[in-house]
């Protein structure tokens, strides 16, 4: 402790001296000179408030160091929500990221290395999509599933008018209203039908010579019971106007694992001109708005000069090709993980926790799917219980873990956690009960 006769300012230790330590030196190589100073500065300014002894301060400030040079943290999603938004939705693939590594330096994403000439951005990527999906005639990839609705609506009906459904006016999340976006683009709504019943007569009698297309929405986040009707893409062909189908989660064929999905391959089967999905629901990919469908509609879209802003870094194609070709991502690993084996993994992630005496039980979850997708599939799961209180700091520890609170107690659901990352969850636990 300082001595209470000397003031504690004066022997608090100089930055450059500080600096030298060299935990706090291999790390300006590793993250840079502003948060390491950042760092020491914040310890500095705890050992001038007497919180800390001054000699304290080299390890105070590589406590503080922050934890990845990117400024965003890896979390371990506990909620048993798959797809978490808020968590970044899909969890990339070790492909994925592996050809995100790769390409992050000067890559061939617009150059054709054999010719030297200038080739179409991410065609590689393209190629993979297209041929993962062969009922496409072309294919195109955005930044998010938004801006693919807002390309098609601006390429094929700005001016003009898309026909859809009243019940099919959503809103997917955080104020994201999709009537509001596509009339953002200049393109008027033509709404038929009622919230619960739309038939292909309404659909027919609103075509006309001012109709850009017909939209089908995929009401992905809730689902209307009761006296309710729709029209199928299927039945929406043959009224002379393109139909674009929003299938929302981006399954490229069907799963029977979520069998109320619709899917891209399915939907152009059906007649669809132009599908689009988003690359980081049910893909389990990189945020991307893939489009699909007749060769000449892609085309229109490509060539749109707002083609260019919406168009998708090479990091996000690298990945886009990984998780289309490579093996099972996290995302099927964590839809399709056994129960069975959950309340294995966490019966064997309670025992060490209960032997600290740490207040824990095993008790079954259900887990969803999340990201706006398959609203009404539930996936039995099992958590670890644990006392609320637990929430604040395993969120705000060094590897964060965020569950869920449910009757008072904090869920820990192991369904979205890797497997090799249960010793950490433990360890997590553990640190914040200090046992
Ligand atoms: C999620 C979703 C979108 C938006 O996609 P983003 O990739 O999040 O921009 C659009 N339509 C539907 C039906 C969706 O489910």
Excluded at 70 to 93: E, F, I, K, Q
Excluded at 331 to 360: C, H, K, Q, S, Y
Excluded at 384 to 401: D, F, I, K, M, N
């Amino acid at each position: 402790m300082p001595e209470a006769t000397v003031d504690p300012r004066r022997r608090v230790p100089r930055t450059d001296a500080v600096l030298t330590d060299p935990r706090l030196v291999d790390a300006v190589a590793r993250l840079g000179r502003t948060p390491v100073r950042a760092a020491v500065a914040a310890a500095q300014q705890r050992a001038r408030a007497g919180e800390l002894a001054p000699e304290q301060v080299p390890d105070a400030a590589v406590a503080a160091l922050p934890p990845t040079p990117g400024g965003l943290r890896p979390v371990l999603n506990a909620t048993g929500v798959v797809l978490h938004t808020n968590l970044g939705r899909a969890d990339l693939s070790e492909a994925a990221r592996a050809a995100v590594a790769a390409a992050a330096g000067h890559t061939d994403v617009e150059l054709d290395l054999a010719s030297g000439r200038r080739a179409r951005r991410g065609r590689s990527a393209l190629a993979a999509l297209a041929a993962a999906v062969p009922d496409a005639q072309d294919v195109h990839v955005v930044n998010n599933g938004a801006a693919a609705l807002v390309l098609a609506a601006t390429a094929l009906a700005a001016g003009r008018e898309i026909v859809l459904s009243r019940g099919e006016l959503v809103e997917i999340g955080d104020g994201f209203r999709l009537p509001e976006l596509l009339v953002s683009t200049g393109a008027r709504l033509r709404e038929v039908g009622t919230t619960n019943r739309t038939t292909r007569a309404d659909y027919a009698n609103a075509v006309g010579p001012d109709t850009g297309f017909i939209l089908k929405v995929h009401p992905s986040n809730f689902v209307v019971r009761g006296f309710t009707g729709a029209v199928e893409v299927a039945g929406l062909t043959g009224l002379g106007v393109p139909v674009v189908a929003d299938i929302g989660s981006g399954l490229l064929a069907p799963q029977p694992l979520l069998p109320d999905e619709p899917d891209a391959a399915s939907t152009l089967r059906a007649g669809a001109d132009l599908v689009i999905a988003s690359g980081d629901k049910l893909l389990g990919g990189p945020q991307a708005g893939l489009l699909l469908g007749e060769r000449a509609v892609v085309e229109r879209l490509r060539r749109h000069p707002l083609a260019r802003a919406l168009r998708v870094y090479k990091l996000t194609l690298a990945a886009l090709q990984a998780t289309v070709t490579g093996p099972e991502t996290p995302t099927w690993r964590a839809l399709r993980a056994d129960p069975g084996a959950l309340r294995t993994r966490t019966e064997r992630a309670r025992a060490p926790l209960a032997a600290a005496g740490i207040d824990v039980t095993v008790v079954e979850s259900v887990a969803v799917v999340g990201g706006g997708g398959a609203p009404e599939a539930e996936l039995p799961s099992w958590a670890l219980s644990l006392p609320h209180e637990y929430a604040a700091p395993l969120r705000q520890g060094a590897t964060p873990v965020v569950g869920r609170i449910e009757r008072g107690r904090l869920l820990l659901d192991l369904r979205c956690v890797p497997p090799d990352a249960d010793p950490a969850l433990v360890a997590a636990v553990r640190a914040v009960a200090g046992r």
